[in-house]
């Protein structure tokens, strides 16, 4: 029995990364969410911070609710548990951004920033896991890093107004959702050849 242990521990990120494939669709569903927020806040620049934070709340519980879903839809005992905090990240900064529509952009740049860097840590933690059973791994850990950047920098600069909120938050949400998307293809494609 003893010799079993370390088998199933070497078939996990590979058990994941299968999970992940049969649930491709649902990170093409956050990669053309995140497009379709980040062109809505560039072209709709005129929107006041309560129209941000209502963006910005249907964005990431939507986001929250796939990433959960995909965690849960895996049928392997592959760890998704980074799929899990993602999601709750994500429901909990939604409900936050509608349940206080009128907070100062400040409190708004705040919450955006810490979803930024939680769901960025945790796409490297996920990326790194999948290292050995995915190609092009860097695509997700760009995505995560560039996640955490955008967050850390919110912090750094808090002076921005709404309207440079809402440029910078529309852009990052459509670099986003392309490499989500990127990602998305890779996985359905893994689901069509796995090797």
Do not use: C
């Given at each position: 029995?003893?010799?079993?242990?370390?088998?199933?521990?070497?078939?996990?990120?590979?058990?994941?990364?299968?999970?992940?494939?049969?649930?491709?669709?649902?990170?093409?569903?956050?990669?053309?969410?995140?497009?379709?927020?980040?062109?809505?806040?560039?072209?709709?620049?005129?929107?006041?911070?309560?129209?941000?934070?209502?963006?910005?709340?249907?964005?990431?519980?939507?986001?929250?609710?796939?990433?959960?879903?995909?965690?849960?839809?895996?049928?392997?005992?592959?760890?998704?548990?980074?799929?899990?905090?993602?999601?709750?990240a994500?429901?909990?900064?939604?409900?936050?951004?509608?349940?206080f529509?009128?907070?100062?952009?400040?409190?708004?740049?705040?919450?955006?920033?810490?979803?930024?860097?939680?769901?960025?840590?945790?796409?490297?933690?996920g990326?790194?896991?999948?290292?050995?059973?995915i190609?092009?791994e860097?695509?997700?850990?760009?995505?995560?890093?560039?996640?955490?950047?955008?967050?850390?920098?919110?912090?750094?600069?808090?002076?921005?107004?709404?309207?440079?909120l809402?440029?910078?938050?529309?852009i990052y949400?459509?670099?986003?959702?392309?490499?989500?998307?990127?990602?998305?293809?890779?996985?359905r494609?893994?689901?069509?050849?796995p090797?």
């Amino acid at each position: 029995m003893p010799s079993s242990q370390p088998a199933d521990l070497t078939a996990t990120p590979e058990a994941m990364l299968h999970a992940l494939a049969e649930n491709w669709w649902l990170t093409l569903l956050r990669g053309v969410l995140a497009i379709l927020f980040g062109v809505l806040t560039i072209f709709w620049p005129g929107a006041t911070i309560i129209m941000l934070a209502t963006l910005y709340g249907a964005f990431v519980l939507f986001d929250g609710i796939l990433a959960l879903a995909a965690a849960i839809r895996g049928g392997s005992p592959a760890p998704r548990w980074w799929l899990v905090v993602v999601g709750l990240a994500g429901l909990v900064a939604g409900i936050a951004a509608f349940l206080f529509p009128g907070m100062t952009a400040l409190m708004l740049l705040y919450f955006i920033a810490a979803w930024a860097i939680a769901t960025g840590i945790m796409q490297v933690v996920g990326a790194i896991q999948l290292r050995k059973q995915i190609d092009n791994e860097w695509s997700l850990i760009l995505n995560g890093a560039l996640s955490v950047i955008f967050g850390v920098v919110l912090v750094i600069v808090p002076g921005a107004g709404a309207l440079a909120l809402a440029t910078i938050l529309g852009i990052y949400a459509i670099v986003f959702g392309v490499l989500l998307v990127s990602l998305s293809l890779r996985l359905r494609q893994h689901q069509l050849h796995p090797s």
